[in-house]
């Protein structure tokens, strides 16, 4: 017998996830990390969001011949999908702020740049 169930566990990582991302905004001084933190952070709220979509015997919205079907809602999906690649051109653009303050200061250390060393 499980003391958790499957879903306890399941929410408890994406949570986890989550909660490291958001720390690791808060706590890391390197902006490289930064991004990174805010992509582990971003992949947790997606798999949220697909935990709590995530049903059992509904099928893909496709035309099909038989009727009375239980259809998933698409929205979820298209919202998520969009959510993916706002995510990615986000990171790309902070990337490519990154490059651009490197390129300004010999460092990527928050602390060294906000102090004009």
């Known amino acids: 017998m499980l003391l958790f169930s499957v879903t306890a566990i399941v929410k408890a990582l994406v949570l986890a996830t ?3 991302g ?4 808060l706590w890391k001084k390197n902006l490289l990390m930064k991004i990174i933190a805010m992509d582990v952070m971003s992949t947790g709220v997606v798999a949220f969001y697909v935990f709590i979509a995530a049903r059992r ?9 038989r ?3 239980d259809y998933g809602d ?3 999906q298209a919202v998520i ?3 993916i690649v706002i ?8 990337l490519v702020g990154a490059i651009k303050i490197a390129k300004d200061h010999p460092t990527l250390e928050v602390s060294e740049i ?3 060393k």
Request: net charge negative; charged share 5%.
């Open 18 to 20: 989550v909660t490291i």
């Open 22 to 25: 958001f720390f690791g905004i």
């Open 57 to 65: 015997g509904l099928i893909a919205p496709i035309v099909a011949d």
């Open 67 to 69: 009727s009375n079907l």
């Open 74 to 76: 698409p929205v979820p």
């Open 81 to 83: 999908l969009t959510a």
């Open 87 to 94: 995510g990615l051109s986000i990171q790309a653009l902070m």
């Open 114 to 116: 906000e102090g004009g």
